[in-house]
Nanobody
Framework: QVQLVESGGGLVQPGGSLRLSCVAS????????MGWYRQAPGKQRELVAS???????DYVDSVKGRFTISRDNAKNTIYLQMNSLKPEETAVYYC?????????????WGQGTQVTVSS
């Protein structure tokens, strides 16, 4: 099986920064698109940023210019650098990956990491 493990969440003041990490392990042939989602209490989960195997990135409009997604293919890891954080961005952040472990790709989710932006 494939497992995704997120880390790097915590408490940060408004305007501060955090870097999230997600490591994929298990029966992996290759990883296609990976992304970060977030879900605040009482709200739907939304896509924050994604990155393809070729390095193409996409961001939700609200984080453009402040967040950067990157990947290290040798380590099967993606990162989300979050700068100038806002209180409304408090949420559980989840890693998602489209992984090829047999013939066709499957989507996997991590357990989530809590990010709290508060003074």
């Amino acid at each position: 099986q494939v497992q995704l493990v997120e880390s790097g969440g915590g408490l940060v003041q408004p305007g501060g920064s955090l870097r999230l990490s997600c490591v994929a392990s298990g029966s992996i042939v290759r990883i296609n698109t990976m992304g970060w989602y977030r879900q605040a209490p009482g709200k739907q989960r939304e896509l924050v940023a994604s990155i393809s195997s070729g390095g193409s990135t996409d961001y939700v409009d609200s984080v453009k210019g402040r967040f950067t997604i990157s990947r290290d293919n040798a380590k099967n890891t993606i990162y989300l650098q979050m700068n100038s954080l806002k209180p409304e961005e408090t949420a559980v952040y989840y890693c998602n990956a489209e992984v090829v472990s047999r013939i066709l790709p499957r989507s996997y989710w991590g357990q989530g990491t809590q990010v709290t932006v508060s003074s």
